[in-house]
């Protein structure tokens, strides 16, 4: 059974459950949560240390999330809408895109938050919590439908594993990425757009 995140210290005030009544409260909240992770994973992950960072007292996280877990999954929800499923009316510009999409997601500081979760879920010996079945989910249902499209247009004759190439996407997107930042480069755009081609190019040479 995993622990909700709760310590001795980190007890909830007795109130009843509600969006922050701040305005913006709430996406400050989740981008917050995000970036905490990022720092310290799900070991040192707590509310307190996210109502600190957000600038918020302990009770505004309460009145929506009642534990870590709640709110680490609306957090990645609110990330997995930056990967978004554009149709371009093609099988490599739908690729394009999406790649794109991803290797700017893991350059991002909040986006790399999603990587340390597949992490720490790896090497943990319990569930670590819901959250981490909403880091994939979405992307697998967004390559799928490239592919229908795909399909749909006569642009693949044979059958294509959408998992398969989700593993090449967001391998060479976390690869690129984790290069990047061991050798304290920038991720310009410029970089990334060519990385993408060539990736883009792998797969549909190897698709055809």
Do not use: C, N
Request: aromatic letters at 8%; zero cysteines.
């Amino acid at each position: 059974m995993y622990e909700s995140g709760m310590t001795s210290g980190d007890e909830p005030p007795r109130r009843g459950r509600g969006r922050p009544r701040s305005p913006g409260a709430e996406q400050k909240i989740l981008h917050a949560a995000l970036e905490e992770y990022t720092e310290h994973g799900w070991a040192g992950f707590t509310m307190d240390g996210v109502a600190r960072r957000a600038s918020f007292g302990k009770s505004t996280l309460y009145l929506r999330w009642p534990d870590k877990d709640a709110l680490l999954t609306d957090a990645v929800r609110l990330r997995s809408r930056t990967v978004v499923e554009v149709d371009t009316g093609s099988l490599r510009g739908d690729l394009t895109a999406l790649a794109t999409a991803v290797f700017r997601e893991f350059a991002d500081p909040e986006g790399w938050a999603g990587f340390r979760m597949v992490v720490d879920s790896a090497s943990a010996s319990q569930p670590l919590g819901g959250f981490t079945r909403e880091i994939s989910g979405v992307h697998r249902e967004i390559i799928g439908a490239i592919f229908a499209r795909a399909r749909d247009r006569g642009e693949l004759s044979g059958e294509v594993d959408p998992v398969s190439i989700t593993d090449l996407v967001y391998g060479a997107g976390l690869f690129f990425t984790l290069g990047r930042r061991l050798d304290h480069q920038a991720v310009t755009e410029e970089v990334l757009a060519a990385r993408v081609a060539d990736v883009v190019q792998v797969i549909v040479a190897g698709i055809d």
